[in-house]
C-alpha cells in the first residue's frame, strides 16, 4: 500500500515542496529512506520506528520505503519527522490517507511520541499560503509563529498520540491562539534612552540623521566619548516596525533558530552586537544547512561593530556586497541562499593602537598608527555615510544637571522624517523604503539641488576627492537632512552639513587622530 505526505523543506529563506512517499509491504524489516536525505534526516528513521511503537503501531514485520521528492534537493533537517510518521501510518493502513490531503506537516518526533519544534516554520507557511495549501500541522512550539500567517489553517500537534486521534476522527488537534500585544514583545520605552548621554552634541545630531534615513554611521574617538553608549541608545530612536517588515525579520530569526521561545511575531528592531572574533560566515552567513550571519539577523534594525578594526579583515570584506546591495548571497558548492540585510550598519573604532592618540597618554608612533588605520580598508569606508570624530567628554558635563534630550522628543522627529520617505514611496516617486536605498535615477528625481547647492557639492567632491559613490551618499544625507526640517528642497546648508559628516573623506589618518 502508499500513501503520500506533504511537508517543506528551507534553502536559506526559500521554502520548496517535498512529497514524502511511502510504500510499505510484508517481508523482513527494512526502512529505506531515499531523496538526497542528508544524516539529521536519514536518522529520522529511528524517531519514526520509535514513536509508533510507542503507540502500538509495529512495523518490524514490514518493508518500507519513503522517498522525498523532489530527489536532486537537498533534504537537511529534522521537520520531516512527522510526514514521515503519518505517511507510514497511511501505508498500514493505520489512518485513512484522505486525512493527508492538502496538509502539510512539520515537526520532530521525540522517542516518546512528543512532537518538537523546528526551525523556519514561518517562512514554509508563508509559501504552503502561495501554493494554495489549505491546512497545516505544527508543533506546540511553533503555534504562535504559525498563527501569524493567515489564509492557512492551521493546526497544533502535541504529540503522535493526538495525531493518531486526529487523523481516526475521534478528536481533532486544537488550533492556536490569536497572537497577542504579550506574544509581540518591542516597548521603545524599556530600551536605552539617549538622555543618559551627556555631551556630544554633534554626535547626537549625526545619530538622528543615521536614524531618520538609515544611513551607516562610523564613530571615531578614544576609549570613554561614548561610542558605544550611543550606538547601543539607536534602536530607541528608531521607528517603529511596520507589519511587513515585522513578518519578514521574523521569518529571517526563524530559520536561523533564534526565534526566542513563546513569541509569535518581533516587533522590536532587531540590535545585533557580535563579538570582534566573529568570523565571515557569522557576519554574512553560512554552515550546512546555510543559516543567516549577522548581517542578516540585524534586517530592518541595527548592527553594531565595536572596536571594528579589531575585526579580522576577511571577515570585514565580507560586509561589502551586503551594505551595498541590502541582501546577502551566500553561495556553497552544493547550495546557495539569499537573505535580506537592509541593516543600519553602525561601527566604533579607537584612533590609535592605545586609543588616545594626540594626548599625552598615546606612545604609538606614526606608523603604527598609520597601519591601525589601514586594516578598514578604502571600498568599505566609502560604504560607511556618515563618518564623525568624538572628542573626549569634558567632565564638567557630569557635574550639571542633565538637560539632552530623551529618546521619545528625538524619535518623534524621526518618525516625521520616515514618514515623508514612505509618502514618496506611496506616491510612487521612489522604490526605497528609506533615503540610504534610494537608487541614482530616484536619488536624482527627489534630491535636485540649486545653483548655490550644486555648486558646493561640486566643488566638494572635487576638492576632496570623492568617489562617485560617495557624491551620491552626500547627496542621499542632504535630502535626510532636508527631511528632517520638513524642507521639500534640498538647499546649500543641507549639503554643507551632509558634507561634514564625512570627516574622513577630507581629513588625513594623522592629523584625525590627533584631533580626536
Known amino acids: 500500500m502508499q500513501a503520500t505526505a506533504l511537508t517543506l523543506g528551507l534553502s536559506g529563506l526559500d521554502a520548496h515542496l517535498v512529497h514524502v512517499e511511502v510504500d510499505s509491504s510484508r517481508g523482513p524489516s527494512c526502512f529505506h529512506l531515499v531523496g538526497l536525505a542528508e544524516a539529521s534526516v536519514r536518522e529520522a528513521r529511528v524517531r519514526v520506528r520509535a514513536a509508533l511503537r510507542d503507540l502500538g503501531v509495529d512495523i518490524d514485520e514490514h518493508v518500507l520505503t519513503v522517498s522525498l521528492s523532489p530527489a536532486d534537493i537537498r533534504k537537511v533537517g529534522s521537520s520531516f519527522d512527522l510526514a514521515m510518521a503519518v505517511g507510514v501510518m497511511a501505508a498500514l493502513g493505520k489512518v485513512p490517507p484522505e486525512g493527508l490531503e492538502r496538509t502539510v506537516w512539520f515537526g520532530e518526533l521525540a522517542l516518546s511520541g512528543t512532537v518538537r519544534p523546528v526551525r523556519g516554520v514561518l517562512a514554509a507557511l508563508v509559501e504552503a499560503k502561495r501554493l494554495g495549501i489549505a491546512r497545516a500541522v505544527v508543533p506546540e512550539g511553533n503555534a504562535l509563529e504559525a498563527a501569524v500567517v493567515s489564509g ?92 511587513d ?67 579580522g579583515r576577511h571577515a570585514l570584506e565580507a560586509l561589502r556586497q551586503p551594505l551595498e546591495d541590502g541582501v546577502v548571497t551566500v553561495c556553497r558548492a552544493r547550495d546557495r541562499a539569499v537573505f535580506p540585510a537592509r541593516a543600519l550598519f553602525v561601527a566604533a573604532v ?71 520617505q514612505t509618502d514618496r514611496r506611496a506616491r510612487g516617486e521612489v522604490t526605497a523604503r528609506t533615503n540610504a536605498g534610494l537608487g541614482p535615477r530616484d536619488l536624482y528625481r527627489v534630491a535636485s539641488l540649486d545653483e548655490k547647492g550644486r555648486s558646493l557639492l561640486a566643488t566638494s567632491a572635487e576638492r576632496l576627492g570623492v568617489s562617485a559613490r560617495a557624491h551620491d551618499k552626500l547627496l542621499r544625507l542632504a535630502r535626510t537632512i532636508a527631511d528632517l526640517e520638513g524642507s521639500t528642497t534640498v538647499s546649500s546648508r543641507h549639503v554643507a552639513e551632509a558634507i561634514q559628516l564625512r570627516l574622513l573623506d577630507h581629513t588625513a589618518p594623522l592629523t584625525l587622530a590627533r584631533s580626536a
Request: hydrophobic share 40%; charged share 20%; glycine share 8%.
Open 152 to 243: 492557512i489553517e492551521v493546526l497544533v500537534a502535541r504529540s503522535m498520540e493526538n495525531v493518531l486521534a486526529h487523523l481516526r476522527g475521534e478528536k481533532p488537534m486544537p488550533r492556536p491562539a490569536a497572537p497577542s500585544a504579550s506574544d509581540c514583545p518591542g516597548d521603545t520605552e524599556l530600551l536605552p534612552d539617549l538622555a543618559d548621554v551627556r555631551g556630544q552634541p554633534a554626535a547626537r545630531r549625526a545619530l538622528e540623521i543615521a536614524a531618520a534615513g538609515a544611513h551607516n554611521l562610523l564613530m571615531m574617538g578614544p576609549p570613554g566619548a561614548g561610542k558605544t553608549m550611543l550606538a547601543r541608545r539607536l534602536p530607541g530612536i528608531l521607528p517603529p516596525l511596520l507589519p
Open 350 to 420: 579607537n584612533p590609535c593602537p592605545c586609543g588616545y592618540a594626540g594626548s599625552r597618554r598615546c606612545g604609538c608612533p606614526p606608523e603604527r598608527v598609520l597601519a591601525y588605520r589601514a586594516r578598514l580598508s578604502g571600498p568599505l569606508l566609502d560604504r560607511i555615510d556618515i563618518q564623525i570624530v568624538l572628542p573626549p567628554t569634558p567632565l564638567d558635563d557630569f557635574t550639571r544637571p542633565s538637560t539632552e534630550e530623551s529618546s521619545r522628543d528625538v524619535r518623534a522627529r524621526v518618525a516625521e522624517a520616515r514618514a515623508i
Open 245 to 311: 517588515e515585522a513578518l519578514e525579520i521574523t521569518a529571517i530569526h526563524s530559520v536561523a533558530g533564534a526565534l526566542p521561545a513563546g513569541v509569535g511575531l518581533l516587533s522590536s528592531r532587531p540590535f545585533r552586537a557580535p563579538h570582534h572574533t566573529a568570523s565571515a560566515a557569522a557576519l554574512a552567513g553560512g554552515g550546512v544547512p546555510i543559516r543567516p550571519g549577522e548581517i542578516a539577523l540585524a534586517h530592518h534594525g541595527c548592527l553594531f561593530l565595536d572596536e571594528l578594526l579589531e575585526f
